[in-house]
């Protein structure tokens, strides 16, 4: 049975937009484009020895915050507008400005680098990126100290994030949502299912499989497969071993496509039925074109990640942006959140927020997966910038000549 309401008024009314953003997803999905990531990989120089410093903030003048995102990533309504956004302007009297501006990792640190490595203001006061792009800003020194008691809510934090190796004690960054990378297909064509990555390369599948433009979910998963734990000490070998699978289900025609977000496009047109894939997309295209798609954790393992809340160097808003993280890990906010975009909230407390909400999406195991499920997924480990270089490369060679 669902929880009554809670009694907050300015809660209860966010929870209702929430249930309403819920039940018009599908009409939103279907008329949201999203932009394939670019296959570019961005240069890796550490841009010298000397980091920038702060900007100045000025939040207690300007009640401005800038945040850059991911597309379909925080709720919205029919008339385009965020819901939980403006009840964070209605309760810090803050004025927000949300761009889906981050198609790829790589390719929008592309086009902020320059300013970054001079201190500048790229546009934005907070931006989510993945783990190991975090990692990257965090060496470089692109990112401002989070002031953790300026933000209370972050005793929510799931206790497993707390403390990350790109970040220890999480002094630059908090994460935002999180996901799995594993296995899907459509189980109309494959009613008998898959379970392994392995079973991707079936010979009935030639040319009908997809993989991720990703390379650490795309080549995570491989390794995983051979047998190499990501999280764990591997070097050369295991990767090149990895490599060699792709590189030979390319060539061969087994694999169709190797793309970002667009890879949905693909299983909703049949021009792939299975594919590596992000967890929460699955949950979205059944809820948008019907219960067609399975999502597995791979037998042998799957990737887990996070995208991060960070605030940039040349911000002049830290404050602001502050105030906005700390409102997100209100868990009645991370259940509207979470209501909408399906992925895994780091807030302790959403899946209890979320019953008001939907109780049956408080038993969905990619949004609130049990320790069980979460055994068998790993993150991959956090690579040198030799390594990053290196990997990367080999990775690229691959997309562009696929």
Same mark, same amino acid.
């Given at each position: 049975?669902?929880?009554?309401?809670?009694?907050? +008024?300015?809660?209860?009314?966010?929870?209702?937009?929430?249930?309403?953003?819920? $039940?018009?997803?599908?009409?939103?999905?279907?008329?949201?484009?999203?932009?394939?990531?670019? !296959?570019?990989?961005?240069?890796?120089?550490?841009?010298?020895s000397a980091k920038p410093k702060a900007a100045k903030d000025i939040s207690d003048t300007d009640k401005t915050v800038r945040w850059d995102n991911w597309a379909l990533y925080l709720d919205v309504d029919d008339d385009g507008n965020y819901p939980s956004l403006q009840g964070f302007e209605k309760q810090t009297g803050i004025k927000a400005t949300y761009t889906e501006a981050v198609d790829d990792n790589d390719t929008y640190y592309g086009?902020?680098?320059?300013?970054?490595?001079?201190?500048?203001?790229?546009?934005?006061?907070?931006?989510?990126?993945?783990?190991?792009?975090?990692? %990257?800003?965090? %060496?470089?020194?692109?990112?401002?100290?989070?002031?953790?008691?300026?933000?209370?809510? $972050?005793?929510? !934090?799931?206790?497993? $994030?707390?403390?990350?190796?790109?970040?220890?004690?999480?002094?630059?960054?908090?994460?935002?949502?999180?996901?799995?990378?594993?296995?899907?297909?459509?189980?109309?064509?494959?009613?008998?299912? !898959?379970?392994?990555?392995?079973?991707?390369?079936?010979?009935?599948?030639? /040319?009908?499989?997809?993989?991720?433009?990703?390379?650490?979910? @795309?080549?995570?998963?491989?390794?995983?497969?051979? /047998?190499?734990?990501?999280?764990?000490?591997?070097?050369?070998?295991?990767?090149?071993?990895?490599?060699?699978?792709?590189?030979?289900?390319?060539?061969?025609?087994?694999?169709?496509?190797?793309?970002?977000?667009?890879?949905?496009?693909?299983?909703?047109? /049949?021009? @792939?039925?299975?594919?590596?894939?992000?967890?929460?997309?699955?949950?979205? $295209?059944?809820?948008?074109? /019907?219960?067609?798609?399975?999502?597995?954790?791979?037998?042998?393992?799957?990737?887990?990640?996070?995208?991060?809340?960070?605030?940039?160097?040349?911000?002049?808003?830290?404050?602001?942006? *502050?105030?906005?993280?700390?409102?997100?890990?209100?868990?009645?906010?991370?259940?509207?959140?979470?209501?909408?975009?399906?992925?895994? +909230? +780091?807030?302790?407390? @959403?899946?209890?927020?979320?019953?008001?909400?939907?109780?049956?999406?408080?038993?969905?195991?990619?949004?609130?997966?049990?320790?069980?499920?979460?055994?068998?997924?790993?993150?991959?480990?956090? !690579? @040198?910038?030799? *390594?990053?270089?290196?990997?990367?490369?080999?990775?690229?060679?691959?997309?562009?000549?696929?």
């Amino acid at each position: 049975m669902a929880k009554p309401l809670p009694e907050d +008024p300015f809660i209860r009314d966010l929870v209702v937009r929430a249930q309403r953003a819920q $039940l018009s997803r599908r009409s939103v999905l279907k008329g949201a484009g999203v932009s394939a990531a670019a !296959l570019s990989l961005a240069a890796c120089s550490t841009g010298g020895s000397a980091k920038p410093k702060a900007a100045k903030d000025i939040s207690d003048t300007d009640k401005t915050v800038r945040w850059d995102n991911w597309a379909l990533y925080l709720d919205v309504d029919d008339d385009g507008n965020y819901p939980s956004l403006q009840g964070f302007e209605k309760q810090t009297g803050i004025k927000a400005t949300y761009t889906e501006a981050v198609d790829d990792n790589d390719t929008y640190y592309g086009k902020v680098k320059d300013q970054l490595k001079l201190g500048q203001d790229i546009g934005c006061d907070t931006v989510c990126l993945t783990d190991w792009m975090v990692a %990257r800003w965090i %060496r470089f020194g692109y990112t401002q100290e989070l002031d953790h008691s300026a933000m209370p809510n $972050l005793k929510n !934090l799931t206790p497993a $994030l707390q403390d990350v190796d790109f970040d220890p004690g999480r002094k630059m960054s908090v994460p935002w949502q999180g996901g799995f990378a594993g296995i899907a297909w459509n189980k109309d064509q494959i009613p008998g299912g !898959l379970t392994s990555v392995s079973d991707l390369w079936d010979p009935s599948l030639k /040319g009908r499989v997809g993989v991720l433009s990703e390379m650490r979910d @795309t080549m995570g998963c491989i390794m995983q497969d051979l /047998g190499t734990q990501i999280d764990k000490k591997w070097g050369d070998a295991e990767f090149t071993a990895a490599i060699d699978v792709l590189q030979k289900q390319v060539t061969d025609g087994q694999i169709r496509n190797i793309k970002g977000n667009s890879y949905k496009e693909d299983l909703v047109n /049949g021009d @792939t039925l299975a594919a590596i894939v992000w967890s929460g997309d699955i949950t979205q $295209l059944n809820a948008e074109n /019907g219960e067609h798609w399975e999502f597995a954790v791979p037998s042998k393992g799957g990737t887990l990640w996070n995208d991060n809340f960070l605030i940039p160097i040349g911000s002049e808003h830290k404050k602001n942006a *502050e105030a906005l993280i700390n409102y997100y890990y209100d868990p009645e906010v991370a259940a509207m959140v979470a209501a909408w975009v399906n992925y895994i +909230p +780091p807030v302790v407390g @959403t899946k209890e927020a979320m019953m008001a909400i939907d109780p049956d999406l408080a038993n969905n195991q990619l949004i609130f997966p049990s320790d069980a499920t979460l055994e068998n997924t790993h993150v991959f480990r956090t !690579l @040198t910038a030799a *390594e990053e270089q290196k990997y990367g490369t080999q990775f690229q060679a691959i997309l562009l000549g696929a």
